[in-house]
């Protein structure tokens, strides 16, 4: 069967529901056709909705990542996904649910029988070396009851665009080769299922040595893009607190707490 003929698998909030079993009386559901962007909506209603509400869009026409680059969103090929967060945690700890969501991602992805998943510090989960999910963690405090929360947006590229993915796009991938009838409901379901248990009441570090186990950037030369601009630098590991630990070619070793780094390529002087 061509790729343009092969049948196109809507995720549906039933179906999520029903995968979920009993944690579907914890976990809200709501999908949607269409929005500019899940975490824009989500952010908008933190006010009054309730802990664990999940938004889910058939597709979105202003996805964001981080540093403020669009995320493709075509509908019927992938999830695009936020989940409303209410963490027992302080706010200078929020960020442990990005690290604890790749995680979940790569479990899930895996549980049904997707290829090995790793992580390309500190969002982006990759398999077979593509970009397959991308995730996008913001925190505020306002007038919502129930003290800080967190919106935490997740897009997963689950089968491959008809016509492939665009030029913007050219490091993504896709969790399966072809779509399968009820996948997206139960990968939606899987995901939640895993971070319900990495993040209620509030991510631990329980999953912080598989996240460091995961990680696809130890012994590559890579580029810091920080606000100083972009510098070169060796990977060395990721610590016990999910920082990257990076060295100079000047000798001098940082523990990323934040920022982006891709990878540099082959043949390029080591640092």
């Not at 999940?54 to 019927?76: N, V």
Request: aromatic letters at 6%; hydrophobic letters at 40%; one cysteine or more.
């Amino acid at each position: 069967m061509d790729r343009a003929s092969r049948p196109r698998d809507q995720v549906s909030a039933e179906g999520v529901r029903r995968a979920l079993g009993d944690l579907a009386e914890r976990i809200s559901v709501e999908v949607i056709p269409c929005c500019a962007s899940t975490n824009t909506l989500l952010k908008e209603r933190a006010a009054s909705a309730e802990p664990w509400h999940t938004l889910i869009a058939r597709r979105q026409t202003g996805g964001r990542g981080r540093m403020g680059r669009h995320f493709f969103s075509p509908e019927g090929t992938g999830l695009y996904m936020s989940v409303l967060l209410r963490p027992d945690l302080p706010p200078d700890r929020l960020w442990l649910v990005t690290p604890a969501a790749a995680v979940a991602v790569c479990r899930a992805a895996e549980e049904l029988g997707a290829a090995e998943a790793r992580i390309k510090w500190v969002n982006d989960v990759l398999i077979r070396g593509r970009k397959v999910c991308g995730i996008l963690t913001e925190a505020g405090t306002g007038p919502a009851p129930g003290g800080p929360w967190a919106v935490l947006g997740v897009g997963i590229n689950v089968t491959e665009p008809e016509g492939g993915f665009p030029p913007e796009a050219a490091e993504a991938g896709a969790v399966f080769p072809g779509p399968v009838p009820g996948r997206m409901d139960a990968l939606a379901a899987a995901f939640l299922r895993h971070l319900y248990a990495l993040c209620a009441p509030g991510p631990g570090r329980a999953f912080v040595e598989e996240y460091r186990a995961r990680s696809c950037l130890n012994g590559q030369e890579v580029t810091v893009l920080g606000p100083g601009g972009a510098q070169r630098a060796l990977a060395l590991e990721v610590d016990g607190d999910c920082r990257l630990r990076v060295r100079y070619p000047d000798g001098r070793e940082e523990a990323l707490f934040s920022g982006e780094v891709s990878i540099r390529p082959a043949g390029e002087p080591r640092p």
